[in-house]
């Protein structure tokens, strides 16, 4: 189970979208492992990620998935694969444990592994804090589409990222506090979002796709 004082020597990845040879929204992806880097103490540098990088022989056509694993001081391996979007129709409610925390992209995803293994095909797990409130699933972070047209994600997600990031400051989505599984049977519709899956690629599910 992950909490704030766990970790301290632990590796981490970061998951970049290559399309046609090229690699998106890397700034961002450069500042969190950046901020990841500087509270566990590490040196890793950025011009050494970006010398690393650029060693990569991106594919020049499709999409594909590129993984980086590194710990606070050195970059470990990587991993390219064509990017294969997965079938997904219903959404699974999971309650965290208490303290359980992710706000680091930790290499160990053992806990989620552990979670979706239990599910049905083609179902996903989305969890919720002991409070109630709805966080993420276990490899995207959620939108909720009002009816108003407008979309909003949860102010505290289990991990902030790259894209919801890009689209809270574009003005595209709001964060909004408190949102409960009474709220998912109230919106139009649920998105899921992440590096491979930006906002026009979001796979959208409907309220009555989600399972208490």
């Known amino acids: 189970m992950y909490s704030e004082d766990l970790h301290s020597s632990v590796s981490f990845i970061e998951t970049l979208r290559s399309e046609g040879g090229r690699l998106h929204g890397l700034d961002r992806h450069l500042a969190r492992l950046r901020g990841t880097v500087l509270a566990h103490g590490g040196t890793l540098r950025e011009d050494e990620v970006l010398h690393y990088l650029s060693s990569i022989p991106l594919p020049p056509e499709g999409i594909h998935r ?95 990222g790259t894209q919801r990031g890009f689209l809270i400051e574009q003005g595209l989505v709001y964060e909004q506090d408190h949102l409960t599984p009474k709220d998912l049977a109230r919106c139009r519709s649920i998105r899921l979002i992440n590096a491979m899956l930006p906002l026009e690629e979001a796979i959208i599910l409907a309220p009555d796709q989600v399972y208490p």
């Open 66 to 160: 590129l993984t980086l694993t590194y710990t606070p001081g050195a970059i470990l391996s990587h991993q390219i694969i064509p990017y294969q979007r997965r079938a997904l129709h219903y959404l699974q409610l999971c309650p965290l444990p208490p303290r359980f925390t992710y706000h680091y992209k930790y290499a160990d995803r053992s806990y989620f592994l552990k979670a979706q293994s239990t599910l049905p095909p083609e179902t996903e797990a989305l969890f919720l804090r002991p409070d109630g409130r709805i966080t993420d699933t276990t490899f995207t972070n959620i939108l909720l589409e009002l009816e108003d047209g407008s979309l909003v994600t949860p102010a505290y997600p289990l991990l902030k």
